[in-house]
């Protein structure tokens, strides 16, 4: 059973508004984090600003596809809009699997502390640009209210069958690890599974001034060569998944993975998976917010948001943009950034989205000639949003 640290604190905090945030990746390359944007900050800050206390909830930072520095550099214009708006309000910061070695030490259980100006590395800088601000690190949950938990939901990688390179990447670390594949299962054994990983991407990252998204599939290769295994097809490192690279990876002793891909297929993966993670860490609360997926959820619909146990799930989405994921209506796509949950004194959290009135056209001053779709093509044919 997992017991938040924080428990103490949401008994001072009930009756707040909370604001939920997740996956900024700001520092992302190539960019495409939308947070650099001031007119899209412009339309987060009043929502920030209204709500008495701040979640991050996970990859603030892309630490794994450049130098550290870059990513703070990126991240100063938000973070210090952020400390203008909040004032002496509490922020509370939970890293994520892209901005996991912000904890520079291994965890092996929840715990939370504040976060200093005078201390070193990346936190403090973070710190110094939050001055008036109650600035708190939490790994890897929160508790908000007590029946509400928040958690980045990276573990759900462990359990995911969607064959993405991250998850063969943890797939392989699963084996490594010895991870039980059933019973109940501690932060530690999650984070001695998963924590390797970062950090081997994480410093693959800063050895290149361009490393341009690469670190996962380097690592993969520099994982299978040394575990001693055959070489995975060229077309299923690449991306494209086909069945018989599938087959071959589920031969190999690295799935179960299913060959389907699919919009509707990416949500149930990841939610059985994060059903698994709330109920073999013994997560106590009737509502769990997670982020890592991207996918907001649920929305008008939507199934499967509630765990076997009857926990509700909720996922506040993302601030980049992936024109992969999107259509061409904001208001179709379920992967469109600008999502957030709010947290209340009581009731289930709700989904906000704060960028509705903006088109795909007013992200294009901000991003890579590589990133940039206008929408609509007339070449396009119509296309369904993902599910």
């Known amino acids: 059973m997992l017991q938040s640290s924080s428990q103490k604190h949401a008994a001072k905090i009930v009756g707040v508004l909370t604001l939920v945030i997740s996956d900024m990746h700001l520092g992302a390359r190539p960019v495409n984090d939308v947070l650099r944007s001031h007119l899209v900050r412009s339309k987060l800050m009043p929502w920030l600003a209204k709500a008495d206390q701040i979640v991050l909830l996970g990859d603030a930072l892309e630490l794994r596809q450049a130098p550290i520095d870059d990513a703070l550099d990126a991240a100063r214009p938000f973070f210090g809009e952020l400390g203008e708006v909040v004032g002496d309000k509490r922020v509370v910061l939970i890293p994520g699997n892209h901005d996991h070695p912000l904890l520079e030490e291994r965890v092996h259980e929840q715990f939370e502390r504040p976060i200093r100006a005078a201390e070193p590395g990346p936190l403090g800088r973070l710190a110094s640009w939050l001055p008036q601000t109650e600035f708190v690190l939490s790994y890897p949950s929160y508790r908000i209210r007590p029946d509400v938990l928040a958690i980045h939901g990276h573990y759900l990688d462990c359990h995911n069958t969607v064959p993405t390179i991250e998850n063969m990447l943890v797939s392989l670390a699963k084996r490594r690890a010895k991870l039980p594949a059933e019973g109940p299962l501690t932060i530690g054994a999650y984070e001695d599974t998963v924590a390797p990983l970062y950090t081997l991407g994480f410093k693959m990252s800063q050895r290149a001034r361009t490393?341009?998204?690469?670190?996962?599939?380097?690592?993969?290769?520099?994982?299978?060569?040394?575990?001693?295994?055959?070489?995975?097809?060229?077309?299923?490192?690449?991306?494209?998944?086909?069945?018989?690279?599938?087959?071959?990876?589920?031969?190999?002793?690295?799935?179960?993975?299913?060959?389907?891909?699919?919009?509707?297929?990416?949500?149930?993966?990841?939610?059985?998976?994060?059903?698994?993670?709330?109920?073999?860490?013994?997560?106590?609360?009737?509502?769990?917010?997670?982020?890592?997926?991207?996918?907001?959820?649920?929305?008008?619909?939507?199934?499967?948001?509630?765990?076997?146990?009857?926990?509700?799930?909720?996922?506040?989405?993302?601030?980049?943009?992936?024109?992969?994921?999107?259509?061409?209506?904001?208001?179709?796509?379920?992967?469109?950034?600008?999502?957030?949950?709010?947290?209340?004194?009581?009731?289930?959290?709700?989904?906000?989205?704060?960028?509705?009135?903006?088109?795909?056209?007013?992200?294009?001053?901000?991003?890579?000639?590589?990133?940039?779709?206008?929408?609509?093509?007339?070449?396009?044919?119509?296309?369904s949003p993902p599910s």
């Open 211 to 383: 490393a341009a998204g690469t670190p996962s599939k380097k690592a993969w290769g520099m994982l299978a060569k040394s575990d001693g295994k055959p070489s995975i097809p060229a077309r299923v490192l690449g991306g494209a998944v086909v069945p018989s690279g599938v087959a071959a990876l589920n031969r190999l002793g690295l799935g179960p993975f299913n060959s389907e891909i699919s919009g509707p297929v990416l949500r149930t993966s990841a939610l059985r998976a994060m059903s698994e993670v709330v109920e073999r860490l013994g997560l106590e609360a009737d509502h769990v917010i997670f982020g890592h997926t991207h996918r907001l959820g649920p929305l008008d619909g939507d199934e499967g948001w509630v765990t076997p146990g009857g926990v509700s799930l909720h996922n506040c989405g993302n601030w980049v943009y992936e024109p992969v994921f999107l259509d061409r209506s904001p208001a179709a796509s379920p992967y469109w950034p600008g999502g957030m949950v709010l947290v209340e004194d009581e009731g289930p959290p709700r989904i906000e989205r704060a960028l509705m009135d903006l088109q795909h056209e007013d992200f294009v001053p901000i991003l890579e000639p590589s990133s940039r779709v206008l929408w609509p093509d007339p070449r396009d044919s119509d296309s």
